[in-house]
């Protein structure tokens, strides 16, 4: 739990915070800009078809921070540290990944606080909002579980999770219909999907080949939880016989 903490803290120091929730605000923005001009009547369908859609600056959000976990603590020359501590690998691969969920379910709320301010804004119904925080908070499971393992693993991972973002969930995965099962943003979406009252068309091709469900989304973001704490273990006991 200690190790959690620290982490914790030191991905969120205030001038980091501060610029990732602006990002992750980006739909509720968009939301309050075009809400206004909207029919009443298509108000939940523009909600759904913004926060799927634009809400990727979200996972970008999430990238910036989660890759940072022990990327930090190596760069920062206090990673020997925490190896001599008398910590099993897969318990410190735990807390590491739990500190990731953590600081991204506190960037989760606040963009989604943003949808619901602009939803209150616009003079919108709020309950359509609620189901809109099940995506952020799936988001932020599902991409944590991957970026934490990926800034431990990889030098430049900022750029290899962009390209994971931008090309395979953003244009691969459209293409390649066995692609969208491994996408987490289309897995959060089908959570949020099969709770919304209402949805709109460019959220349901947001979906892709991707059935909407809660059950089926909560079990493959356990999977991804699964492979990146093993792939992160791995990783912290490999480092143990370099």
Do not use: C
């Not at 501060?18 to 909207?38: C, E, K, T």
């Not at 206090?78 to 960037?107: E, F, K």
């Not at 799936?138 to 800034?151: K, N, Q």
């Not at 900022?158 to 066995?178: D, F, K, P, Q, R």
Request: charged share 10%.
């Amino acid at each position: 739990m200690v190790l959690a903490v620290h982490l914790y803290k030191r991905l969120m120091r205030k001038g980091r915070v501060i610029s990732l929730l602006a990002l992750a605000s980006v739909p509720g923005f968009v939301y309050w800009l075009a809400g206004f001009d909207s029919d009443p009547a298509d108000q939940g369908a523009l909600y759904s078809d913004i926060i799927t859609n634009v809400g990727y600056t979200y996972a970008i959000a999430v990238l910036i921070l989660t890759v940072a976990t022990l990327r930090e603590e190596r760069d920062g020359g206090t990673l020997p540290y925490i190896y001599m501590r008398p910590i099993p690998r897969v318990t410190l691969a735990i807390w590491s990944i739990i500190a990731g969920i953590a600081a991204a379910l506190t960037i989760a709320v606040g963009g989604w606080l943003a949808t619901v301010l602009a939803t209150l804004a616009v003079g919108a119904d709020l309950p359509m909002t609620l189901p809109g925080l099940s995506l952020f908070v799936a988001a932020a499971v599902g991409y944590a579980a991957i970026f934490v393992p990926l800034g431990y693993l990889v030098p430049r991972s900022l750029l290899v999770g962009l390209g994971y973002i931008i090309v395979i969930e953003s244009i691969l995965a459209e293409v390649v219909t066995g692609l969208a099962q491994f996408s987490i943003w289309r897995i959060s979406v089908s959570i949020y999907a099969d709770l919304a009252t209402v949805l709109g068309d460019e959220a349901i091709e947001a979906l892709g080949s991707v059935s909407p469900g809660v059950g089926g989304g909560v079990l493959k973001l356990t999977a991804a939880l699964v492979v990146g704490l093993i792939t992160l273990t791995l990783a912290l006991q490999r480092r143990d016989v370099l």
